[in-house]
Nanobody
Framework: VQLQASGGGLVQAGGSLGLSCEAS????????LGWYRQAPGKEREFVAA???????????SVKGRFTISRDDARDDTKSTAYLQMNSLKPEDTAVYYC???????????????????WGQGTQVTVSS
């Protein structure tokens, strides 16, 4: 399974960016797709996740500003997660990573070790 994240960039505070993460390969049935971020000098932080049924889990600091969604190919060859980020703040600056797992993780959705596959990260910079 390969994860390819894209869409990062530089934006002014209050602006918007959209990230996408394509999972391809022998993905079978990807259950959870998640987004994490890591700012310089800080630990990797959970942002949001979406399950195959559409249920989402979003951290409080971005709730109401970030929206996660997904699109699954009918032949199970590709799953894509999207993260629409609005009303961006300088504290949202980080490298954003996508992650995926076929496992049912539910209560462990925010735990990094719950995910089996990780993308390479995409930089999001919000200027004040």
């Amino acid at each position: 399974v390969q994860l390819q994240a894209s869409g990062g960039g530089l934006v002014q505070a209050g602006g918007s960016l959209g990230l996408s993460c394509e999972a391809s390969g022998s993905i079978g049935n990807i259950n959870a797709l998640g987004w994490y971020r890591q700012a310089p000098g800080k630990e990797r932080e959970f942002v949001a996740a979406i399950f195959s049924g559409g249920r989402t889990n979003v951290t409080d600091s971005v709730k109401g500003r970030f929206t996660i969604s997904r699109d699954d190919a009918r032949d199970d060859t590709k799953s894509t997660a999207y993260l629409q980020m609005n009303s961006l703040k300088p504290e949202d600056t980080a490298v954003y990573y996508c992650a995926a797992t076929p496992r049912v993780i539910l209560s462990r959705v925010r735990v990094p070790s719950s995910y089996d596959y990780w993308g390479q990260g995409t930089q999001v910079t919000v200027s004040s």
